[in-house]
């Protein structure tokens, strides 16, 4: 079965800061890598996914992945921190069959202002 | 644009009561999925229905029962809840198999006294 660690269960940053939210995966088949940020008493949103195409992943407000094979990690960055970027961020892994995913444990992210 | 429906939003039971959390989604997906987030220990795998009148385990199936009732519906039932089983549950449905987008309800706040 797939996994992924993400390592800091919390992160602070300061407003206009880099962000930098770690994911390292294991994979026995090509993994197909995901993030997902949770606002506050939320259901989970996509971010971006890599799957299997340009190894460096754009997404939604700034964030991007890039996913590197040798290092079985695709972290998660975005160059200025802003204060709406607080959340909780999974790094997940999907599996076959039956099309699984598995998340890890998750980082807090806090802006400080 | 309901996307996925869960209900109830939150629900208090006493050890030994029984409940079905409900789920619905209007987007035609085939997968469908059960999880659930406590603290430190991110989202864990539940259930799962890769096809209407398809389920198989997840991570952590014990205590849990699922029924794939038709395309749009999938219910996660407590046949004699734990105070182990206080957690936030969610539901969620993909798209395109293993690269889909996973998508979420808002979440189901469970307390067992």
């Known amino acids: 079965a797939q996994s992924v660690t993400q390592l800091g269960s919390h992160v602070s940053v300061s407003e206009g800061a880099l962000v930098l939210l770690r994911c390292n995966y294991s994979?026995?088949?090509?993994?197909?890598l995901f993030w997902y940020v949770q606002y506050p008493n939320q259901g989970l949103q996509l971010l971006l996914k890599?799957?299997?195409?340009?190894?460096l992943v754009k997404g939604i407000n700034g964030f991007e992945a890039e996913f590197k094979k040798s290092e079985t990690s695709f972290h998660l960055t975005k160059p200025s921190a802003h204060m709406s970027d607080a959340a909780e961020y999974f790094c997940?892994?999907?599996?076959?069959?039956?099309?699984?995913?598995?998340f890890g444990t998750g980082t807090s992210l806090t802006v400080i202002p | 644009n309901a996307g996925v429906t869960q209900t109830p939003k939150f629900q208090v039971l006493k050890t030994g009561q029984s409940m079905t959390l409900q789920c619905a989604q209007d987007?035609?997906?085939?997968?469908m999925y059960w999880y659930r987030q406590d603290p430190g220990m991110g989202l864990r795998l539940i259930y799962y229905?890769?096809?209407?009148?398809?389920?198989d385990k997840g991570e952590v199936p014990n205590g849990y029962n699922v029924s794939r009732l038709n395309k749009r519906e999938f219910s996660l039932r407590l046949e004699s809840a734990a105070p182990s089983q206080t957690s936030v549950y969610f539901c969620?449905?993909?798209?395109?198999?293993?690269?889909?987008?996973?998508?979420f309800g808002e979440g189901s706040r469970l307390t067992v006294l």
């Open positions: 969620a449905s993909s798209e395109a198999g293993r690269t889909g987008e996973l998508f």
């Open positions: 994979s026995s088949v090509p993994p197909y």
């Open positions: 890599y799957t299997s195409a340009a190894t």
């Open positions: 997940a892994v999907s599996d076959v069959p039956g099309n699984q995913f598995y």
């Open positions: 987007m035609n997906h085939n997968s």
């Open positions: 229905s890769a096809s209407e009148g398809t389920t």
